[in-house]
Nanobody, 121 residues
Framework: VQLVESGGGLVEPGGSLRLSCAAS????????MGWRRQAPGKERELVAS???????NYADSVKGRFTISRDNAKNTVYLQMNSLKPEDTAVYYC????????????????WGKGTLVTVSA
């Protein structure tokens, strides 16, 4: 089972980016999916999360600017980032709580390798 992120890059302040993360492998079920980030010299922090039913949660710093969504048929979660600020610069990690076909009763947390988002003029 793995999570693969895409969509990071360099963008000017005020710009937009859309991150995608696809889960693949021997998946039995996917519960919550989300995004965390780690800026240089800082600890990792939750950016946004979404349950299998579509309930969302956002960090205060991104409310009103970022939108998380998911496509359950594609096992994919998205993060639309608008009005980006230099302080949004970080490595963004996709996370998911999933159960595999061999451990259907034991959901675990998985992380992607991360994608770099740089907001700079």
């Amino acid at each position: 089972v793995q999570l693969v992120e895409s969509g990071g890059g360099l963008v000017e302040p005020g710009g937009s980016l859309r991150l995608s993360c696809a889960a693949s492998g021997s998946i039995f079920s996917i519960n919550a999916m989300g995004w965390r980030r780690q800026a240089p010299g800082k600890e990792r922090e939750l950016v946004a999360s979404i349950t299998s039913g579509g309930s969302t949660n956002y960090a205060d710093s991104v409310k009103g600017r970022f939108t998380i969504s998911r496509d359950n048929a594609k096992n994919t979660v998205y993060l639309q980032m608008n009005s980006l600020k230099p302080e949004d610069t970080a490595v963004y990690y996709c996370t998911s709580t999933m159960a595999t076909m061999t451990r259907k009763d034991a959901a675990m947390d998985y992380w992607g390798k991360g994608t770099l988002v740089t907001v700079s003029a």
